[in-house]
């Protein structure tokens, strides 16, 4: 077993539950019929993607933990998903702000990961990538039309960015276990990531009139396990069940 | 899913004899109307009406539903609960292209549902106060939509007919889906085959009245029986899905909450089938008229999606006129 692949698989692996979590608030609830039936789309990419990772990491650590142990039956320090996935919905501006920050991050990775040296992670790749690309396009085609729509959606679209983009910064943070990762050929290199990743948004906003936000200061802390006040609801959502009757199977 | 007995049709016609007969052999002869087809306007304004009712239904069918995504105790089961509340939404989607074709568009439909002048499935003003209610309503709603929309694939409107065919395959993994979420719970804990018999317990009665009044109370089946936009009467319906309900339920070992059910072997013409006991016409009623414990808060969800989502409708035109215009301009 490898305890610093172990570490980052799980860190991707909440990024995609959380994420997933996040759109499916949204089921039912969509401005028009059309986004309610992709954002649940999208939410399953996430969670399916989530499930191969979290199986992955309970194969690597071999304890004899399930997905969903993983999943529902950490608490609130043991998950680190970045910041930005946890984000509240807030509004359709901000979501698919959220949305499209995350699925670019995840399609250049992707991408590069064709080359991992680690064979379930490059084979699981080449289905994750067709997925989030549509995500960064959907998302994408979204940020541009509210971008430049009417004036009430440019503003609710610049205001999402000010709030949002403080936590793109964590999308590239590289801790020991990731180095050690990216040393040994697994992950690819974060800056280079930063570097396309910055490319496209950059692209984006110029169609969609916006402009970048001068950051003060980055937020941080999800990697590590420290979360916003908003995750401990999502997760007592999210645990209400395997919490209430430990040990039941559903 | 979840059409349900027309609730109020109008059976007019301002059209005249000959031109009622031509219709009538038409119809007689399983000829599919089409959308450009002429036919009588108590034809055109039934079928707008049961297809709007059946649009409505699976839109606020999302809801009840997609109160447990969020709680979903499992991945596995947070997938299929997704994916099912997604289907309903694409059940939306081509039932309201369906009716669009009869000359109403989506717009119009969605005002009548939030105005509260166009009906949907009185099941989906029940709440889910636990999940075993997800279960319960695929293996019970879907189930009972099915017995419905089975002869709707053979209903005379052509596009109505085409969309219940891909509709009822949906519904039916459905129906399995949840009968099998049940059937793990009643195998589970005591805590959870309590939960599956008291779920069951609440939502017997309310999915029995989704067939609609009974047929000697129900003023428009005739009129929609002679059009072959229905092909069976709601006690008939109603019947069918005693019979194939009850030994699901045996087989899992649940009771239905009904002291009057028992086996009548002279019932189906000989075929045998259950007696069961009487409904609560009074209950179904209420419910209809939005006495139901939800739905207040069915509309009011519907409708806050709608005018939250405003900025974003109008965005998204403004956008593409723009886009339009430069189109144009180049
Ligand atoms: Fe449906
Ligand atoms: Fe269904």
């Known amino acids: 077993m490898s305890a610093p692949l172990l570490h980052t698989v799980v860190q991707i692996a909440d990024d995609h539950l959380i994420s997933g979590h996040r759109l499916s608030e949204w089921c039912g609830h969509a401005p028009m019929l059309e986004e309610d039936l992709s954002m649940p789309n999208m939410a399953l990419d996430l969670i399916g993607q989530a499930r191969t990772l979290y199986s992955y990491a309970a194969r690597l650590e071999n304890k004899g933990r399930t997905e969903d142990d993983f999943a529902y039956l950490r608490t609130d320090r043991e998950y680190q998903n970045c910041l930005l996935v946890e984000r509240p919905n807030t509004d359709f501006a901000h979501t698919m702000l959220r949305q499209l920050y995350f699925a670019t991050y995840m399609k250049f990775f992707w991408e590069s990961m064709h080359e991992s040296s680690d064979e379930t992670l490059s084979a699981l790749s080449h289905k994750a990538i067709k997925e989030i690309s549509y995500h960064v396009r959907h998302c994408g085609e979204w940020v541009v039309r509210l971008g430049d729509g009417t004036t009430e959606s440019a503003e609710k679209m610049s205001d999402a960015v000010q709030a949002l983009h403080p936590y793109t910064e964590e999308l590239f943070e590289v801790d020991e276990s990731r180095q050690h990762g990216i040393d040994k050929g697994i992950f690819p290199d974060h800056a280079n990531l930063k570097t396309q990743w910055q490319n496209t948004i950059d692209a984006i906003f110029v169609q969609a009139k916006l402009t970048l936000p001068e950051i003060g200061f980055a937020q941080t802390g999800g990697r590590k396990g420290l979360h916003t006040e908003d995750f401990g609801m999502l997760l007592a959502q999210l645990q209400y069940l395997p919490r209430a009757y430990p040990g039941a199977s559903w | 899913m979840y059409s349900q007995g027309l609730i109020g049709a109008d059976d007019k016609t301002a059209e005249d004899q000959a031109f009622l007969d031509a219709f009538q052999k038409r119809i007689d002869a399983e000829e599919k109307i089409e959308p450009n087809d002429p036919m009588p306007a108590a034809y055109r304004s039934t079928l707008i009406r049961m297809i709007g009712q059946h649009a409505h239904s ?75 209610d997800i279960g319960t309503i695929g293996w019970l709603v879907d189930g009972a939509a099915i017995m419905n929309q089975v002869p709707l694939c053979r209903c005379s409107y052509g596009p109505y007919a085409r969309a219940m065919i891909r509709v009822c395959k949906e519904e039916s993994f459905h129906q399995r889906q949840g009968y099998e979420l049940v059937q793990n719970l009643c195998a589970g804990t005591t805590e959870q085959k309590a939960m599956a018999q008291d779920s069951l317990n609440r939502w017997w009665w309310p999915s029995l009245m989704m067939f609609g009044p009974s047929d000697t109370d129900s003023q428009h089946s005739d009129l929609s029986m002679k059009w072959k936009i229905k092909r069976f009467t709601n006690d008939e319906l109603r019947q069918k899905f005693v019979d194939a309900t009850v030994p699901q339920a045996k087989l899992i070992g649940l009771s239905m909450p009904d002291a009057d059910l028992k086996w009548n072997a002279d019932k189906n013409n000989g075929q045998g089938g259950y007696d069961f006991g009487a409904i609560d016409w009074d209950e179904f009623w209420r419910v209809v008229k939005g006495h139901g414990m939800m739905n207040k808060d069915r509309i009011k969800a519907r409708k806050k999606a709608w005018d939250d989502g405003a900025w974003v409708r109008e965005a998204a035109q403004a956008y593409a006129k723009k886009q339009n215009t430069q189109v144009a301009a180049a």
């Open chain 2, 58 to 132: 699976e839109i606020v069918g999302m809801l009840p539903e997609g109160n447990w995504i969020t709680r979903a105790p499992s991945l596995r089961r947070k997938v299929a609960l997704l994916a099912k509340v997604q289907d309903e939404g694409g059940h939306g989607l081509y039932l309201y292209s369906a009716a669009e074709t009869l000359g109403v568009s989506r717009e119009q439909m969605t005002e009548e549902l939030l105005s509260g002048k166009a009906k949907y499935s009185s099941i989906f003003n029940y709440p889910t106060p636990t999940w075993a």
